[in-house]
């Protein structure tokens, strides 16, 4: 198995893009490859937490489960996108689950050299807040569907996210994961959400065909929305 370029992989993304070549040097032998297959677990709720993730390739669950041992998806990593920076800070045990959905192959950067990289660049720490900061306007985003939309809302909201071009007539959303995921992270059942699928559907505003959902009318999706609300 053939091992990446951590270097150059590091160089590639937003959060390091900017450091100097001596910089980056200081983190690559503080970061170490995790290969992970289907269903692995990465860490479990209240292990120590010792550096930050990155996601080369794969998706990465991150979830709780109650004392009943129900799960509630709390986010979706995908490549590219990095988790525990937060945890990393605060030097407190990891709060939730991280498990491999697929595949994948992580990059773990050790917390003592990212506080290195702080300590030597301002820059950097700004960056690294900012997508801090994304992330918690998201979960705080998450906090206020769950509390004030509806059902019908949340899955609308979920298909429509990220729409850039409302003029256009149709589009397909292709899940990245399966339904009961897609559900447990808007908090809603399984069965919430298909039966919200089928109500869209019957309403001639979604064709659904496995993961592939076709978007007939953007436009009346979203006012179906708000009058639902």
């Known amino acids: 198995m053939s091992q990446i370029d951590i270097r150059s992989f590091l160089r590639h993304q937003p959060l390091f893009q900017e450091l100097s070549d001596s910089q980056l040097s200081a983190l ?5 490859e995790v290969r992970g297959q289907k269903g692995q677990i990465i860490f479990q ?4 937490c010792e550096g930050m993730y990155l996601v080369v390739y794969g998706r990465i669950k991150l979830s709780i489960s109650s004392a009943q041992g129900a799960e509630k998806v709390i986010e979706i990593i995908h490549p590219g996108q990095s988790f525990a920076e937060a945890v990393m800070f605060l ?39 900012a997508g801090l900061s994304l992330r918690l306007h998201g979960l705080v985003r998450d906090v206020e569907r769950y509390s004030v939309e509806n059902a019908l809302q949340r899955v609308i909201g979920y298909l429509l996210q990220g729409e850039d071009h409302p003029g256009q007539p149709n589009r397909v959303v292709t899940l990245p994961v399966n ?12 069965e919430t959400f298909s039966r919200v699928l089928h109500q ?12 592939e959902i076709t978007l007939i009318d953007m436009n009346r999706l979203a006012d179906f929305g708000s009058v639902a609300g």
């Not at 709720?45 to 120590?48: A, Q, T, V």
């Not at 339904?179 to 399984?190: D, E, H, Q, V, Y």
């Not at 559907?201 to 496995?210: K, R």
Request: glycine share 6%.
């Open 28 to 32: 690559v032998p503080c970061t170490h």
């Open 45 to 48: 709720k209240g292990d120590p």
């Open 91 to 129: 030097g407190k045990p990891c709060p939730v689950m991280a498990q491999f959905l697929e595949d994948g192959l992580l990059l773990q950067v050790e917390a003592r050299s990212i506080f290195a990289a702080i300590a030597r660049d301002a820059a950097f720490a700004h960056r690294l807040l």
């Open 179 to 190: 339904k009961n995921l897609i559900a447990s992270r808007l908090n809603l059942t399984p």
């Open 200 to 211: 869209l559907s019957d309403a001639g505003l979604v064709a659904v065909n496995g993961r």
